[in-house]
């Protein structure tokens, strides 16, 4: 599904005015009875009563048209306007000329006495409608709208949040000082970035996503560039088997892993990339890994190097790694490898003389990040998987500035160095060349563990050996990878769950995404 940013609600509305036209008054109609609907959910006693909280701008005119309605219906509802009703947006005021009529209790809220008072009328069965703030909030909240937003939090009522919690920023997610905590969101016609991204995405409670009557067509034409990864999408795109089919069907990796202390990360690589379908994979390790290799991954073809006293590829064996690399399909490199000098130049020569795609990830982006520049010169595709503290070596940026800014972040280096960028986190961000952005919803904290990282790298690599496009290797592999986790949080907790167990739930993974096909 697409993700908008508030610059691509506000061409939705233009262009729903002008090219389609359906007037904004009608757009804010259908925004409030689809809220409505939402509320009425929630209703199950005469006894509640249905508290709405509204502002001055639009997402407080969606408030009043729901008011209208669920009063309409014969429900208790109580309005509190926050802010000066001179103020109101023209299509807000419109609706409070239609509030005004009815006998429907209204409370001007301009100063912290009337927040308290607010406060005290919100009782445990009442339904609190948060229309404070939408997609316009422009700057920290401050003033009475800051208590009044803490005294919908320390409300026992059920919070219903319109279009985004009220004090969210719609286009990235960070809380402008504090924000409504709210049980449900009704993101009004697309869910907003700030709906997906953390912090913002931990204020929704459940999210609920109403179309208010706008065509796919308009929205296609928006050339949105941002979305979620769908499983419908993976189930589509991820290889099938075939019965008339041999090994080489499926594709041949190489992957360039290990070193003295840092076995385990090649053998969860390997790992992953076999259970997630590749035909044949070769293993290339320092010799000295080979007996270890084998006894835990007898279905690789290892390529054991000779290696240095550290236990790492020694540079005169640059030439054979290379040549060994050019009969695969797909070469990955990194998981466990170490930041070695013979390490820059098999990085060097992978990305400017092995005409195959790549992926790189861990100590492969380690090393890169020492001569970014050299993605200029790539000869082939190039899929980087880093974490915020890789990317950050790979930028220059600090990991807190791309911990707020991950989408822009990721979106960036992909088109300025035209290469696939999967930023790991929370919401794993898969960046395409052409500026788009996939966002990852798969995975729980369970995965935040030592190993993680390599299995993603062999499932993406398998995924490329067998002839998937790197964008789509991308996607359906952070899918595939959160999936597993997700299946095996079930299975072990969040707690107990290890890189290994991520390995047994992409069998499970991949049964459940085909199992629904049929
Ligand atoms: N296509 C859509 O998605 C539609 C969206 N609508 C609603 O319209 C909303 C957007 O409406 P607006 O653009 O009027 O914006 P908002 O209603 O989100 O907020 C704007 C108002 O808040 C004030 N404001 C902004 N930041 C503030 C701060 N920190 N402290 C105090 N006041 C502040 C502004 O001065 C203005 O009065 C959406 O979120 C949605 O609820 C619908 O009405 C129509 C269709
Ligand atoms: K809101």
Not at 36 to 45: C, I, L, W
Request: glycine residues 10%; hydrophobic residues 40%; neutral net charge.
């Amino acid at each position: 599904m697409k993700i908008a940013l508030e610059q691509d609600i506000r061409k939705i509305d233009h262009t729903a005015s002008k090219k389609y036209h359906v007037p904004s008054i009608v757009l804010m109609e259908n925004s409030g009875i689809a809220l409505a609907e939402e509320v009425q959910k929630q209703y199950h006693s005469p006894k509640q009563r249905i508290i709405i909280v509204v502002g001055m701008g639009n997402n407080g005119g969606d408030g009043m048209v729901c008011a209208r309605h669920l009063f309409n219906q014969g429900k208790t509802v109580i309005v509190f306007l926050v802010g000066n009703t001179k103020k109101l947006s023209p299509d807000a005021a419109l609706n409070y000329e239609m509030l005004k009529p009815l006998d429907i209790r209204m409370e001007a809220i301009n100063e912290i006495n009337g927040v308290k008072k607010m406060g005290k009328m919100i009782w445990p069965d009442d339904i609190v409608v948060d229309c404070l703030f939408g997609i316009g909030l422009k700057r920290d909240v401050d003033g009475v709208c800051e208590f009044v937003i803490n005294e919908i939090n320390q409300s026992q009522g059920y919070v219903i949040a319109c279009d985004i919690p009220s004090g969210i920023n719609a286009s990235d997610g960070s809380v402008m000082k504090t924000a409504v905590r709210a049980d449900k969101t009704v993101a009004i016609c697309l869910p907003k970035v700030g709906n997906i991204m953390f912090p913002g995405a931990d204020y929704n409670g459940e999210l609920v996503v109403k179309r208010i009557g706008l065509s796919d067509k308009l929205i296609g034409e928006m050339g949105i560039p941002y979305q979620t990864i769908s499983e419908s999408d993976v189930r589509r795109i991820i290889p099938k088997r075939q019965m008339n089919s041999h090994k080489g069907t499926y594709g041949k990796a190489s992957l360039i892993a290990g070193s003295f202390g840092m076995t385990g990360a090649a053998i969860l690589a390997a790992k992953a990339s076999l259970r997630s379908g590749i035909g044949l994979l070769k293993l290339v390790i320092p010799e000295s890994l080979h007996t270890i290799i084998t006894t835990n991954v007898p279905e690789v073809v290892t390529v054991p190097l000779m290696e240095t006293r550290r236990g790492v590829f020694g540079i005169n064996q640059v030439e054979k790694l290379i040549q060994n690399c050019k009969g695969s399909d797909v070469v990955a490199i990194g998981p466990g490898c170490g930041q070695n000098a013979e390490m820059i130049e098999v990085v060097r020569q992978l990305i400017t003389q092995v005409d195959k795609p790549l992926v790189i990830d861990a100590d492969g982006l380690n090393t890169l990040s020492k001569n970014v520049e050299l993605l200029a010169n790539r000869v082939n595709g190039i899929v980087i998987t880093p974490h915020p503290g890789e990317m950050s070596r790979l930028t220059g940026l600090t990991i807190e500035a791309i911990n707020q800014h991950p989408i822009d972040t990721a979106t960036e280096f992909a088109v300025k160095w035209q290469i696939v960028v999967v930023l790991k986190g929370a919401r794993t961000v898969v960046a395409l060349p052409d500026g788009s952005v996939y966002v990852n919803l798969t995975g729980n904290p369970g995965m935040a563990t030592a190993g993680s990282g390599d299995v993603l790298t062999g499932i993406i690599t398998s995924l490329i050996a067998q002839g998937m496009t790197l964008a789509n290797a991308a996607i359906a592999g952070v899918f595939l990878h959160g999936y597993s986790g997700d299946i095996m949080a079930v299975q072990r907790g969040e707690h107990g769950l290890i890189a290994g167990d991520l390995i047994e739930g992409i069998t499970q993974a991949f049964n459940a995404l085909l199992k629904q096909s049929i």
